[in-house]
Structure formats: structure tokens, C-alpha cells
């Protein structure tokens, strides 16, 4: 593993942070690209991304709290803001940073599922950028395996594997590949988005059987029925926008 990804002098650079500040920066352009190209002002774009990034290590954090120690942090509530310490948890960033995104997007009077469908590629293939970064940081790992392509985390121990980190990217980035070109021939508002929820919270909780989960109360359990929770939401969020919302 590689948790640093060089150093200059006593100046060091983080595998984990310098992947997750590119996957956001990289979530930005790719829809700042389909803004411009669809001749729509990107600057919605740039002035959500500082409300996102800000809500979701908010989020991220209080959804290790809650899903990890929470007596722990009720009874060290300044460890809450120990962010150094590492746990920071994905579904309390999309959920804090989805509220913050709807009310943000109706006091600027922009359709909420227009703008999600332009951001929901950018946003996969963000995702599987960011989570290299967990890759080389050695967190996010998986469970013992036999298979030919386990690898040994030695922050953990010496057995081989799952690297749940890349099974994540590769899944994310079929996804984005898929909802770039479903961005292309969608029929209704909120078709990009409602299936980017869906095919994650799937990939999600296919994921999560493999990967280990020290720490989390309830375990894979928890993990997989999170991740369904998604899907199921992505799904009937589907059928219920291709009723009411044609695309003009």
C-alpha cells in the first residue's frame, strides 16, 4: 500500500485525500462539460460543488458516528471533529449532500432532477476515481480469499484479500459508461439520476458481502441493507418519474 503518494521535504501528500480531491474534481468538469455543451450557464455547477463538499464531510462524519461507536462519540463528543483519525462514511455524504442540494437548487428555482441527471455520470466516474485513493491508503479492504487476485493488506495482516476498493471503481466507472449513454437517449426527468441509484446501491450491496466491516454495528448485514435501501429507492423513483416527467 501507498498512503503517501510522494513527499516533498517534510510536506507529504495523502493517497486517500489527493484521490477524493480529484474524483470531486473530476465529478465537477465532466458536468460543468454536459452544462456547457447543452448551453447552460456552468456556474451552478461550481457553486454547488462548494455546498456539496462541504455538506458531505460533514455528513460523511456523522454517518461513521452514527453507524460505528455512537456511544463512544456521545460520550468524546470533540472527537467528532477529530476528522484526521480517519471514518468518514459515503451514505451520510450522499444523504446530508442531497438535502443540501434540494433546498440549495429550489431557493435557485433549478428543477432538482434536471440538474441531477447532468451531475449523475460525473458523479460515478468521481466516485471510481475517489476510491482509489482507498486503495492505496489500505482502508475499505476486504474479506480472506483464495482467489488468484487477493491481496495482502499489511496494515490488516498478511492473508490475501478481497479488493473491494477496485471491485467498487470498476463497477462505478461501468456505471458512468452506462449513464453517459443513457443521458443520451433518456426519455423524462430524473431518468440518469433514479438509475444512478439504483445500478449504485446494487453494485453497492454486491460489494459489500465481500468487504470486512470492523467496527460497523450490524456488520455486512447492516452494510447490505443500506445499500438496498438505495436501490429500492432508485427503482421507485424511477417508475414513478417516467409517469409524470417527459423530457420536453
Known amino acids: 500500500m501507498h498512503p503517501i503518494l510522494f ?9 486517500y485525500g489527493f484521490f477524493v480531491a480529484l ?19 456552468p456556474q451552478i455547477v ?4 462548494v455546498l456539496l463538499l462541504v455538506s458531505g464531510i460533514v455528513g460523511a462524519r456523522l454517518g461513521y458516528v452514527f453507524l460505528y461507536d455512537p456511544v463512544f462519540y456521545l460520550t468524546h463528543p470533540w472527537r467528532i471533529f477529530i476528522i484526521q483519525e480517519g471514518g468518514l462514511v459515503f451514505y451520510g455524504a450522499f444523504l446530508l449532500g442531497l438535502i443540501a442540494a434540494l433546498v440549495f437548487l ?63 471503481s470498476l463497477a462505478s466507472l461501468l456505471i458512468f459508461c452506462f449513464l453517459e449513454h443513457l443521458f443520451s437517449h433518456r426519455k423524462f426527468h430524473g431518468q440518469v439520476f433514479s438509475s444512478y441509484l439504483f445500478l449504485y446501491g446494487v453494485s453497492r450491496a454486491v460489494i459489500e458481502v465481500f468487504r470486512e466491516h470492523r467496527g460497523l454495528n450490524g456488520g455486512t448485514e447492516t452494510a447490505v441493507i443500506a445499500a438496498l435501501v438505495i436501490a429500492a429507492a432508485g427503482a ?5 418519474l417516467a409517469r409524470k416527467s417527459p423530457v420536453p
Open 23 to 41: 474524483g470531486v474534481l473530476v465529478a465537477v468538469l465532466v458536468t460543468m462539460k454536459k452544462f456547457r455543451k447543452a448551453g447552460k450557464s
Open 7 to 15: 513527499q516533498i521535504g517534510s510536506f507529504k501528500v495523502y493517497s
Open 46 to 49: 461550481l457553486d454547488l460543488a
Open 106 to 168: 429550489r431557493k435557485k428555482r433549478f428543477p432538482f432532477f434536471v440538474v441531477a441527471d447532468y451531475a449523475a455520470p460525473g458523479l460515478a466516474l468521481g466516485y471510481a476515481v475517489a476510491r482509489i485513493g482507498c486503495f492505496l491508503n489500505g482502508c475499505c479492504y476486504g474479506k480472506p480469499t483464495a482467489v488468484p487476485w487477493g491481496i495482502v493488506f499489511p496494515v490488516v495482516d498478511e492473508l490475501p484479500r478481497h479488493p473491494t476498493q477496485i471491485y467498487a
Open 236 to 240: 421507485l423513483l424511477y417508475l414513478y
